[in-house]
């Protein structure tokens, strides 16, 4: 089944300590996002990947960092996590055409610690 | 600028009875679409149902249906027959042509009573 795959599912880290959450699609997609989700709130989304063009959200903060190597691979760095950080990080896709309104593919998400 | 309302916090419903979640957006574009995802515990995301605001029709998918009012700015989920896999966080979103965003509302986090 054509679907969204996060890795790992949950990664505990230390605080300052780079880590780097992996996110890959087999639906072909063009778009690819990251998302940060705190408890009980809805995903704010922190950038984009429109093929290889990266589209950064205003209020993304600079210790967020992505890369996107192919159309099947995006991952998300986090240089200098603090204990803010501790949150959901999910991965989405998109076909990028308006034509179906955006619908979004989400994966399961990785849920990261902090310590 | 666009935002999307959900006024309820928590819904709770009893199994097998229908319920209606609310959400309300506001937007200057012409052409957009609104959606409702369910993000049940520890479980990923996935689209419930959509609806493009230039079809009048409302959109229904088996027991999920919408009660959509493009001049009052509503997009309503209705849930028939409530199962106790209903049980989830649903958001409501919008995204307009051209966008790549989708715009989320808070959230309604809906418990079903067996």
């Known amino acids: 089944d054509a679907m969204v795959i996060q890795n790992p599912r949950y990664q505990v880290t230390q605080f300052g300590k780079p880590v780097t959450l992996s996110c890959s699609q087999t639906?072909?997609?063009?778009?690819m996002y990251w998302y940060q989700q705190k408890s009980s709130q809805a995903p704010k989304l922190l950038f984009h990947?429109?093929?290889?063009?990266?589209?950064n959200e205003a209020d993304t903060p600079d210790n967020f960092q992505s890369r996107r190597p192919n159309t099947s691979f995006c991952f998300l760095d986090i240089r200098s996590p603090g204990l803010g950080d501790a949150a959901m990080y999910l991965c989405?896709?998109?076909?990028?055409?308006?034509?179906?309104?955006?619908?979004?593919?989400f994966g399961p998400g990785t849920r990261l610690t902090v310590l | 600028a666009q935002t999307v309302t959900q006024s309820q916090p928590e819904m709770s419903v009893q199994e097998a009875e229908t319920v209606t979640l609310s959400c309300t957006y506001d937007?200057?574009?012409?052409?957009?679409?609104l959606f409702w995802y369910k993000q049940p515990p520890s479980r990923q995301m996935i689209l419930v149902i959509r609806?493009?605001?230039?079809?009048?029709q409302n959109a229904t998918e088996n027991r999920f249906s919408v009660n959509f009012q493009k001049a009052a700015k509503s997009f309503s989920l209705k849930i028939s027959d409530s199962q106790l896999g209903d049980a989830a966080m649903y958001f409501c979103?919008?995204?307009?042509?051209?966008?790549?965003?989708?715009?989320f509302g808070t959230g309604t986090r809906l418990t079903v009573i067996p």
């Open positions: 989405a896709t998109s076909q990028g055409t308006t034509l179906i309104g955006n619908e979004q593919f």
């Open positions: 639906l072909n997609h063009n778009v």
């Open positions: 990947y429109y093929d290889k063009d990266f589209n």
């Open positions: 937007t200057s574009e012409s052409d957009y679409y």
């Open positions: 609806q493009e605001a230039y079809k009048q």
């Open positions: 979103a919008y995204s307009f042509t051209g966008a790549n965003n989708l715009f």
